[in-house]
T-cell receptor, first 113, second 114 residues
Framework: GAGVSQSPRYKVAKRGQDVALRCDPI?????LFWYQQALGQGPEFLTY????????KSGLPSDRFFAERPEGSVSTLKIQRTQQEDSAVYLC???????????FGSGTQLSVL | EDKVVQSPLSLVVHEGDTVTLNCSYE??????LLWYKQEKKAPTFLFML????IEKKSGRLSSILDKKELFSILNITATQTGDSAVYLC??????????????FGRGTQLTVWP
């Protein structure tokens, strides 16, 4: 596609629900990142994929967060048993193998009530 | 602990003014410093800086990096209302296999009044 596409744009969840956020990167981009951006803060790294391999998941805040990219293109970030502190914008970004220029999607704004 | 600090956190100016946004960093294994403009949600790339003292320019925007003092500035001249956005500074650190992992500052919220 022309850019990084994320869905849904907005998600409201009740505390304790599971959610799944989707990212469709730019076609051919090898690297894919997930970032979490809380209100008034800069984005914080969650996890990194190179093709289908999850090479770095050191930023995932707890074992309730899980990400996958099974075929090396579309990625899903899953949050189990959501809590209020999970409320944030979740940004996905992709890049080619050089990795230096990230293209960001418009994010999914998650609100946990 | 790696950190990126931006100042000011917010800035309100009138059209035509010139602004300077600051970014200081402490990051192990520095690779590059990047500036992004964030309107609504998606950050869009402005500049990448890797060498000290070399100014990057794009229209009314320019940026420079000082690797000795560990800071960068982003200048916007003759500001326009369309420049209103959050400007994010990010530092890329060499983390082995993770190319492109960025450490972001909190951003500077710039508001330009007509």
């Amino acid at each position: 596609g022309a850019g990084v596409s994320q869905s849904p744009r907005y998600k409201v969840a009740k505390r304790g629900q599971d959610v799944a956020l989707r990212c469709d990167p730019i076609s051919g981009h090898v690297s894919l990142f997930w970032y979490q951006q809380a209100l008034g803060q800069g984005p914080e790294f969650l996890t990194y994929f190179q093709n289908e391999a999850q090479l770095d998941k050191s930023g995932l805040p707890s074992d309730r967060f899980f990400a996958e990219r099974p075929e090396g293109s579309v990625s899903t970030l899953k949050i189990q048993r959501t809590q209020q502190e999970d409320s944030a914008v979740y940004l996905c970004a992709s890049s080619d193998l050089t990795g230096w220029k990230l293209f960001f999607g418009s994010g999914t704004q998650l609100s946990v009530l | 602990e790696d950190k990126v600090v931006q100042s000011p956190l917010s800035l309100v100016v009138h059209e035509g003014d010139t602004v300077t946004l600051n970014c200081s960093y402490e990051v192990t294994n520095f690779r590059s410093l990047l500036w992004y403009k964030q309107e609504k949600k998606a950050p869009t790339f402005l500049f990448m800086l890797t060498s000290s003292g070399i100014e990057k320019k794009s229209g009314r925007l320019s940026s420079i990096l000082d690797k000795k003092e560990l800071f960068s500035i982003l200048n916007i001249t003759a500001t326009q209302t369309g420049d209103s956005a959050v400007y994010l500074c990010a530092v890329e650190a060499d983390r082995g296999s993770t190319l492109g992992r960025l450490y972001f500052g909190r951003g500077t919220q710039l508001t330009v009044w007509p």
